[in-house]
């Protein structure tokens, strides 16, 4: 397989997160047992095979190799992708695919469904995605992941297995569904977008980014560019449910042992351990 980007994969609870994201270079990321893609700054040969795309917002380094992507699949004979971003971005990301067709002589079929704060999209039976409103200097969404389960009503949990049959067979719903937030996704934004929806909080395995971790870094200034600082994490260490959190778009400012350094520094606990840096 060419390797032709650098990757990053972690293993969790059976969930695979593959991806690189560093800021004004590139962000992509993959869930591969899900079968989903986030963002397209960047796009490894090997993620050619998953069908949807989730698109955060339409800055160059989470937008830029959408061409590569619809242009692969087609030359692969692939079915043509569906591909979900911010409402206001799509009939632009639609011109920048037909000036590709144009340069390229090959055609770009693919599906842009805009999409805006709120919206609901079913991935197969078992799981759905909602689009969140993140804080940038453009309109961006982030996105929770959840897993669709039945759970059986208390009013019927002290009935014998004979029992609970015989009601379904008669047509009594005896299930209620349940969404549990098992991926989220910020995307790039501030710390509003993680305090004005709590989801992000509880979802098993949340992706958000830490663009700079230097102290002298001015938090008012960073925020206003709708990013994160390392103490925006350390201030609210304890609304973090999450079992892994994986941190990335990291400035080029630093160096990797830079960056490990500041963040121990900053979260000498690395959040119990569940702090992962994407470097």
Not at 152 to 171: C, H, M, T, V
Request: charged content about 25%; glycine content about 6%; some cysteine.
């Amino acid at each position: 397989m060419v390797e032709n980007i650098p990757l990053i994969r972690h293993c969790h609870d059976g969930l695979t997160i593959e991806g690189y994201s560093r800021a004004a270079v590139q962000t992509c990321w993959r869930l591969n047992e899900l079968k989903l893609l986030f963002d397209v700054g960047a796009h490894p040969w090997d993620f050619i095979g998953t069908p949807t795309l989730f698109i955060s917002h339409a800055h160059l380094d989470h937008i830029a190799a959408l061409p590569s992507y619809v242009s692969r699949r087609r030359m692969m004979k692939m079915e043509p992708p569906v591909v979900y971003l911010p409402d206001s971005a799509v009939d632009d990301a639609w011109e920048m695919l037909q000036s590709f067709r144009r340069l390229d002589r090959g055609s770009m079929p693919c599906e842009l469904i805009g999409i805006k704060a709120g919206d609901e999209i079913e991935h197969g039976r078992e799981y759905l995605v909602r689009a969140f409103p993140m804080r940038h200097t453009i309109t961006a969404l982030g996105f929770v992941v959840y897993q669709l389960r039945n759970k059986l009503k208390p009013e019927f949990l002290k009935l014998s297995g004979a029992e609970i049959r015989d009601l379904k067979q008669n047509g009594t719903e005896i299930t209620t569904e349940q969404q549990v937030p098992i991926f989220a996704y910020t995307g790039d934004t501030s710390p509003r977008g993680l305090d004005n929806n709590p989801e992000f909080y509880q979802a098993k395995v949340l992706i958000s980014e830490i663009t700079f971790v230097a102290p002298e870094h001015r938090k008012d200034l960073i925020h206003k560019h709708g990013h994160m600082h390392v103490d925006d994490y350390r201030a609210r260490a304890d609304q973090f449910a999450n079992e892994l959190i994986v941190g990335g778009h990291l400035s080029t400012r630093y160096h990797d042992k830079q960056v490990e350094t500041l963040v121990q520094r900053a979260l000498p606990g690395m959040l119990d351990d569940r702090l992962k840096l994407w470097i």
